[in-house]
């Protein structure tokens, strides 16, 4: 049986903070694809790779162009079911992630979705089945788990008992590298932290 290697992405918000702590893989990726806050989320996630002692790679592919929303200081396509939603954006980074996963010879690629996050498709269990089904019949056989998917963030914390040191370092804005306290990211990182007393 092929020994299992686990690769995470890594965006250095609370929730991949979280399932990085708990499941310990064995490499992690951030993925610059042309975000406002790209700068910020790299930063973040060198320093928890750091704290875990797994392998941080980075991966850059500049798809701004392609971006709507806060996320790429755009206005918002009219099927937006949030502002900072962006056309496919889950799909583009577990692709970009698969495609340096085979090269680092990957069994399993884990992504950090909540419940909080089920309001677009691409934040369902269903579209995670959809994707795994996809990249299981493809060469490399990679699986994608999601694993985090049935839990709320303060659920996550608390399950695999996150060090509030970690959780600190958080950044989950969607509209600047220094966080704006306004944008549904940053909202949730104070509801999350309300939640643990931290």
């Given at each position: 049986m092929e020994p299992i290697k686990k690769a995470i992405?890594?965006?250095?918000?609370m929730?991949?903070?979280?399932?990085?702590?708990g499941i310990k893989p064995e490499i992690a990726y951030t993925i610059n694809y042309g975000q406002n806050v790209a700068e910020r989320e790299i930063?973040?996630?060198?320093?928890v790779c750091e704290f875990l002692k797994i392998e941080h790679k980075i991966i850059e592919v500049d798809c701004r162009s392609l971006g709507s929303g806060s996320l790429a200081n755009n206005i918002n396509h009219e099927l937006a079911p949030s502002p900072e939603w962006w056309?496919?954006?889950n799909?583009?980074?577990i692709t970009l992630a698969l495609m340096q996963g085979i090269?680092?010879?990957?069994t399993e690629l884990h992504l950090a979705l909540v419940k909080s996050d089920s309001f677009h498709k691409?934040?369902?269990?269903?579209?995670?089945?959809?994707?795994?089904?996809l990249t299981s019949y493809q060469e490399g056989s990679i699986k994608v788990c999601c694993e985090s998917i049935g839990y709320y963030t303060h659920e996550l914390a608390k399950m695999y008992k996150v060090p509030v040191e970690l959780l600190s370092l958080a950044h989950s804005?969607?509209?600047?590298?220094?966080?704006?306290?306004?944008?549904?990211?940053?909202k949730k990182n104070l509801r999350v932290r309300y939640e643990l007393n931290i």
């Open positions: 992405l890594l965006s250095g918000g929730d991949s903070i979280c399932l990085s702590f930063y973040v996630s060198k320093h056309p496919y954006r799909q583009l980074l090269k680092d010879d990957i691409d934040g369902t269990e269903a579209f995670y089945k959809l994707i795994n089904d804005c969607h509209t600047s590298n220094i966080a704006c306290g306004k944008c549904s990211g940053c």
